[in-house]
């Protein structure tokens, strides 16, 4: 009679076939994240950027990009006439461009100028002027 295995058996076995190609896969994952550190570490370093990298960088994909650019609302370059090149501080300054202060920034703003003034005037408690509920009338 031949050895034969059972199901479990070879179930068993083929289980263990998969978790010894996931213990040698660890490393693999550990080398992944080192280098998707080290491509975030250039972008730091470099002036220049290309298109792609730009894309990268700024998070947009490449047709808004090349939307932008023909509009002519985001700096670039071009050198030759073709490839487009971007300064990474111009871009940092655009993309930091129109600030959208916080309830708490408003608030500061408005303490200062009541300082400024010595009034006091509550800032939410102002009256409002427009139509008045058919309620309250």
């Given at each position: 009679m031949q050895n034969r295995t059972t199901f479990m058996e070879r179930i068993n076995e083929r289980v263990c076939v998969v978790e010894d190609i996931l213990k040698k896969m660890e490393p693999v994952e550990d080398l992944l994240e080192r280098l998707s550190m080290l491509e975030n570490n250039i972008y730091t370093t470099k002036?220049?950027?290309?298109?792609s990298e730009a894309c990268v960088y700024m998070g947009v994909s490449e047709s808004l990009l090349y939307k932008l650019t023909s509009?002519?609302?985001v700096p670039h370059y071009k050198p030759r006439g073709k490839m487009l090149y971007f300064n990474k501080e111009e871009l940092d300054q655009w993309l930091l461009q129109n600030n959208i202060p916080t309830i708490g920034a408003v608030t500061k703003v408005e303490t200062?100028?009541?300082?400024?003034k010595n009034e006091v005037k509550p800032y939410f408690?102002?009256?409002?002027?427009?139509r008045k509920n058919k309620s309250n009338a």
């Open positions: 002036k220049v950027l290309t298109f509009a002519q609302e200062d100028e009541r300082e400024d408690g102002q009256k409002r002027y427009g």
